[in-house]
């Protein structure tokens, strides 16, 4: 049972490049989350999908996008790279019924130059 | 707002004795409690978690309280053993906010030898 996967595991962007952080999670969960994580100042969240179907802003949306492909698949889009989006990027899933404890994945270190 | 924080940003412990690890909240609304655990290089790992209608849950060498009054969450370890070095994040979820979980900035636990 892999939990929740994320690609790639690092990656360096150029100012203005974009790119697409892949999650997947195999448990069934019905709530997927994309956190930041930068030092000192622990997770915020940036979007997240309640449901199949459905995406919100967290805290920190600003130069994001988001796309819930199906139940299993949750993407994070950076359309235009920019310094201050160096840091490390975690997904995370819940069941959101019984439980409300998020499983995260291992996170993607982004660096932006 | 809303915060979540913890007392100290670092801990340092001997091994073989308890650790506490502090947590205070400000929203009042919150009814869902959770720890989690980050190794270097890894995305956080559920530890233990408690729902506001208790006041105290035991895990395996692990013990959350929760004093509603004041607004305080404590993480517990007993005997602590190198293994549990890692950065201790505190998470409130509140039923008004949909079940998010938002984080304090955590606490990293150092164990002595």
């Known amino acids: 049972n892999a939990g929740v996967t994320q690609t790639p595991k690092f990656q360096v962007l150029k100012t203005g490049q974009s790119m697409t952080l892949q999650c997947a999670q195999d448990?069934?969960?019905?709530?997927m989350y994309w956190y930041r994580q930068d030092p000192g100042m622990g997770l915020r969240l940036i979007y997240y999908?309640?449901?199949?179907?459905?995406?919100d802003k967290g805290e920190v949306p600003n130069g994001y996008n988001v796309s819930r492909l199906n139940k299993r698949e949750f993407s994070l889009r950076l359309e235009s790279a920019a310094p201050s989006q160096t840091s490390v990027y975690f997904c995370a899933s819940s069941k959101r019924t019984d439980s409300y404890g998020y499983t995260f994945g291992s996170g993607t270190r982004l660096t932006v130059v | 707002g809303e915060s979540v924080g913890l007392h100290l940003p670092t801990l340092s412990v001997q091994e073989g004795d308890n650790s506490i690890i502090n947590c205070a909240y400000s929203n009042s609304a919150s009814d869902y409690f959770i720890w989690y655990k980050q190794e270097s290089g890894k995305g956080p790992q559920f530890i233990i978690d408690i729902r506001s209608n208790m006041d105290k849950r035991q895990g395996q060498r692990v013990t959350v309280l929760l004093n509603k009054t004041v607004k305080h969450l404590s993480l517990q370890i007993a005997a602590t053993q190198p293994g549990d070095s890692a950065v201790y994040f505190c998470a409130e979820s509140p039923r008004s906010n949909d079940y998010k979980l938002s984080f304090g900035a955590g606490t990293t636990v150092t164990v002595r030898a």
């Open positions: 999908s309640a449901s199949e179907g459905t995406t």
């Open positions: 448990m069934n969960h019905n709530s």
